[in-house]
Protein backbone atom coordinates (compact mmCIF):
# COMPACT_ATOMS: atom_id res chain seq x y z
CA UNK A 1 0.00 0.00 0.00
CA UNK A 2 1.24 3.27 -0.97
CA UNK A 3 1.79 5.74 2.37
CA UNK A 4 3.52 7.67 3.85
CA UNK A 5 4.84 6.57 7.57
CA UNK A 6 5.52 8.59 10.32
CA UNK A 7 6.85 7.99 14.04
CA UNK A 8 6.42 8.08 16.67
CA UNK A 9 2.60 8.98 16.28
CA UNK A 10 2.42 10.83 19.83
CA UNK A 11 5.60 11.46 22.29
CA UNK A 12 5.61 13.51 25.16
CA UNK A 13 9.29 15.30 25.95
CA UNK A 14 11.37 17.55 27.99
CA UNK A 15 12.63 20.74 27.29
CA UNK A 16 15.87 20.09 25.50
CA UNK A 17 15.89 16.62 25.23
CA UNK A 18 17.08 16.02 21.29
CA UNK A 19 14.10 14.15 19.92
CA UNK A 20 13.81 12.42 15.95
CA UNK A 21 10.45 12.13 14.20
CA UNK A 22 10.79 9.47 11.49
CA UNK A 23 9.49 9.95 7.78
CA UNK A 24 9.22 7.44 5.34
CA UNK A 25 7.65 6.75 2.18
CA UNK A 26 7.05 3.70 -0.39
CA UNK A 27 6.40 5.46 -3.59
CA UNK A 28 9.82 6.76 -4.85
CA UNK A 29 8.59 10.18 -4.54
CA UNK A 30 10.89 12.67 -5.11
CA UNK A 31 9.73 15.53 -3.06
CA UNK A 32 9.04 15.29 0.78
CA UNK A 33 8.14 18.16 2.99
CA UNK A 34 7.24 18.94 7.10
CA UNK A 35 4.71 20.81 8.16
CA UNK A 36 3.27 21.86 11.65
CA UNK A 37 -0.41 22.34 12.43
CA UNK A 38 -1.31 24.37 15.34
CA UNK A 39 -5.16 24.87 16.55
CA UNK A 40 -6.95 27.31 14.24
CA UNK A 41 -4.07 27.62 11.87
CA UNK A 42 -3.61 25.65 9.16
CA UNK A 43 -0.07 24.18 8.05
CA UNK A 44 2.54 25.91 7.79
CA UNK A 45 5.91 24.43 6.11
CA UNK A 46 9.26 24.06 8.21
CA UNK A 47 11.66 22.28 5.66
CA UNK A 48 11.22 20.86 2.54
CA UNK A 49 13.55 18.59 0.29
CA UNK A 50 13.41 18.29 -3.79
CA UNK A 51 15.54 15.21 -4.05
CA UNK A 52 17.95 13.55 -1.99
CA UNK A 53 20.34 15.62 -0.70
CA UNK A 54 18.79 18.90 -1.55
CA UNK A 55 16.77 20.56 1.22
CA UNK A 56 15.85 24.02 1.70
CA UNK A 57 13.58 26.19 4.59
CA UNK A 58 10.53 26.86 4.67
CA UNK A 59 8.45 29.21 6.76
CA UNK A 60 8.84 28.48 9.95
CA UNK A 61 12.38 26.20 9.70
CA UNK A 62 13.75 27.64 13.40
CA UNK A 63 14.29 25.34 16.28
CA UNK A 64 14.36 22.53 13.30
CA UNK A 65 16.89 20.66 11.35
CA UNK A 66 16.24 17.92 8.38
CA UNK A 67 18.19 15.58 6.22
CA UNK A 68 17.91 13.46 3.23
CA UNK A 69 20.43 11.08 2.72
CA UNK A 70 18.13 8.86 1.02
CA UNK A 71 15.11 9.13 -1.35
CA UNK A 72 12.60 7.29 0.91
CA UNK A 73 13.29 8.91 4.84
CA UNK A 74 13.07 12.62 5.56
CA UNK A 75 13.90 12.62 9.51
CA UNK A 76 12.46 15.90 11.33
CA UNK A 77 15.06 16.53 14.15
CA UNK A 78 14.47 18.60 17.21
CA UNK A 79 17.98 19.54 18.97
CA UNK A 80 16.38 21.03 21.40
CA UNK A 81 13.15 21.45 22.05
CA UNK A 82 11.10 23.85 23.34
CA UNK A 83 7.56 24.50 24.74
CA UNK A 84 6.55 26.63 21.58
CA UNK A 85 7.46 23.23 19.32
CA UNK A 86 4.20 21.22 20.85
CA UNK A 87 2.46 20.63 17.78
CA UNK A 88 1.03 18.44 15.28
CA UNK A 89 3.42 17.37 12.61
CA UNK A 90 2.57 16.43 9.19
CA UNK A 91 5.71 14.80 6.82
CA UNK A 92 4.59 14.69 2.93
CA UNK A 93 5.35 13.63 -0.21
CA UNK A 94 4.84 14.21 -3.75
CA UNK A 95 6.31 12.66 -6.85
CA UNK A 96 8.31 15.68 -7.91
CA UNK A 97 8.18 19.52 -6.72
CA UNK A 98 6.26 20.21 -10.04
CA UNK A 99 3.34 22.59 -9.71
CA UNK A 100 0.39 20.44 -10.03
CA UNK A 101 1.46 17.28 -7.88
CA UNK A 102 -0.86 17.12 -4.91
CA UNK A 103 0.98 16.08 -1.26
CA UNK A 104 0.32 12.74 -0.17
CA UNK A 105 0.51 13.17 4.29
CA UNK A 106 1.76 10.86 7.09
CA UNK A 107 -1.01 10.24 9.88
CA UNK A 108 0.66 12.78 11.75
CA UNK A 109 2.75 13.05 14.91
CA UNK A 110 1.85 14.74 17.93
CA UNK A 111 4.38 16.42 20.03
CA UNK A 112 4.36 18.00 23.55
CA UNK A 113 6.93 19.64 25.04
CA UNK A 114 7.00 20.19 28.28
CA UNK B 1 4.80 36.29 -0.68
CA UNK B 2 1.69 34.04 -0.94
CA UNK B 3 -1.75 35.01 1.45
CA UNK B 4 -4.75 33.17 1.11
CA UNK B 5 -8.44 33.54 2.75
CA UNK B 6 -11.06 31.04 3.83
CA UNK B 7 -13.90 31.69 6.40
CA UNK B 8 -13.05 29.64 9.50
CA UNK B 9 -16.37 28.02 9.50
CA UNK B 10 -19.41 27.18 7.99
CA UNK B 11 -22.49 25.04 8.75
CA UNK B 12 -25.03 22.81 6.63
CA UNK B 13 -27.79 20.63 6.38
CA UNK B 14 -27.20 16.64 5.62
CA UNK B 15 -28.58 16.68 1.68
CA UNK B 16 -27.91 20.30 0.61
CA UNK B 17 -25.40 21.91 -1.02
CA UNK B 18 -22.61 24.08 0.08
CA UNK B 19 -20.09 26.62 -1.61
CA UNK B 20 -16.96 26.68 0.36
CA UNK B 21 -14.60 29.93 -1.01
CA UNK B 22 -10.76 30.67 -0.92
CA UNK B 23 -9.51 33.91 -2.02
CA UNK B 24 -5.27 34.25 -2.59
CA UNK B 25 -2.83 36.83 -3.60
CA UNK B 26 0.11 35.36 -4.99
CA UNK B 27 2.85 36.88 -6.83
CA UNK B 28 2.22 34.68 -9.91
CA UNK B 29 0.20 31.60 -9.98
CA UNK B 30 0.79 28.11 -11.08
CA UNK B 31 -2.80 26.27 -9.60
CA UNK B 32 -4.56 25.93 -6.70
CA UNK B 33 -5.51 22.43 -4.98
CA UNK B 34 -7.82 21.63 -2.24
CA UNK B 35 -7.40 19.45 0.51
CA UNK B 36 -10.30 17.89 3.32
CA UNK B 37 -9.10 17.01 6.69
CA UNK B 38 -11.00 15.07 9.17
CA UNK B 39 -10.55 15.82 12.97
CA UNK B 40 -7.12 14.50 13.89
CA UNK B 41 -6.26 13.17 10.70
CA UNK B 42 -3.74 13.38 7.77
CA UNK B 43 -5.00 15.73 5.07
CA UNK B 44 -5.94 14.43 1.58
CA UNK B 45 -6.03 15.75 -1.69
CA UNK B 46 -9.45 16.51 -2.95
CA UNK B 47 -8.96 18.83 -6.75
CA UNK B 48 -5.87 21.19 -8.28
CA UNK B 49 -7.26 23.38 -10.97
CA UNK B 50 -4.83 25.53 -12.92
CA UNK B 51 -7.15 26.83 -15.72
CA UNK B 52 -10.61 28.95 -15.34
CA UNK B 53 -13.57 27.44 -14.83
CA UNK B 54 -15.29 24.48 -13.05
CA UNK B 55 -14.07 20.91 -12.53
CA UNK B 56 -16.42 18.15 -11.29
CA UNK B 57 -15.24 15.19 -9.65
CA UNK B 58 -18.62 13.16 -8.54
CA UNK B 59 -20.00 15.14 -5.41
CA UNK B 60 -17.29 17.60 -5.43
CA UNK B 61 -16.56 20.53 -7.91
CA UNK B 62 -13.81 22.84 -7.95
CA UNK B 63 -13.85 26.14 -9.61
CA UNK B 64 -11.59 29.13 -10.13
CA UNK B 65 -11.12 32.28 -11.52
CA UNK B 66 -7.84 33.80 -12.05
CA UNK B 67 -8.36 36.79 -13.05
CA UNK B 68 -10.08 37.30 -9.29
CA UNK B 69 -8.10 35.79 -7.26
CA UNK B 70 -10.80 32.80 -6.22
CA UNK B 71 -11.84 29.62 -5.90
CA UNK B 72 -14.56 27.66 -4.40
CA UNK B 73 -15.15 24.21 -3.43
CA UNK B 74 -18.82 22.80 -4.14
CA UNK B 75 -20.13 19.95 -2.07
CA UNK B 76 -23.44 18.50 -3.34
CA UNK B 77 -25.37 16.05 -1.44
CA UNK B 78 -23.81 16.18 1.68
CA UNK B 79 -23.34 13.67 3.78
CA UNK B 80 -22.12 13.88 7.69
CA UNK B 81 -19.04 11.99 6.78
CA UNK B 82 -18.74 15.19 4.78
CA UNK B 83 -17.52 17.58 8.34
CA UNK B 84 -14.38 18.28 8.17
CA UNK B 85 -11.77 21.08 7.55
CA UNK B 86 -11.19 21.96 3.88
CA UNK B 87 -7.85 23.53 3.07
CA UNK B 88 -6.85 25.58 -0.28
CA UNK B 89 -3.04 26.01 -0.78
CA UNK B 90 -0.86 26.68 -3.72
CA UNK B 91 2.78 26.51 -4.29
CA UNK B 92 5.03 29.33 -4.84
CA UNK B 93 5.27 30.25 -8.45
CA UNK B 94 9.25 30.83 -8.49
CA UNK B 95 9.86 28.16 -5.93
CA UNK B 96 7.47 24.99 -6.62
CA UNK B 97 9.16 23.34 -3.18
CA UNK B 98 7.21 25.96 -1.20
CA UNK B 99 3.99 25.52 -0.37
CA UNK B 100 1.08 27.50 1.45
CA UNK B 101 -2.24 26.98 3.14
CA UNK B 102 -4.84 28.62 3.94
CA UNK B 103 -5.92 28.33 7.45
CA UNK B 104 -8.54 25.79 6.37
CA UNK B 105 -12.48 25.91 6.64
CA UNK B 106 -14.56 23.64 9.45
CA UNK B 107 -17.29 22.72 7.86
CA UNK B 108 -20.27 21.00 10.16
CA UNK B 109 -22.84 19.02 8.35
CA UNK B 110 -26.01 18.98 10.48
CA UNK B 111 -28.88 16.09 10.64
Known amino acids: EAQVTQNPRYLITVTGKKLTVTCSQN?????MSWYRQDPGLGLRQIYY???????DKGDVPEGYKVSRKEKRNFPLILESPSPNQTSLYFC?????????????FGDGTRLSIL | GQNIDQPTEMTATEGAIVQINCTYQ??????LFWYQQHAGEAPTFLSY????GLEEKGRFSSFLSRSKGYSYLLLKELQMKDSASYLC????????????FGDGTTLTVKP
Open chain 1, 27 to 31: MNHEY
Open chain 2, 26 to 31: TSGFNG
Open chain 1, 49 to 55: SMNVEVT
Open chain 2, 89 to 100: AVRDPTNAGKST
Open chain 1, 92 to 104: ASSLSHGFNQPQH
Open chain 2, 49 to 52: NVLD
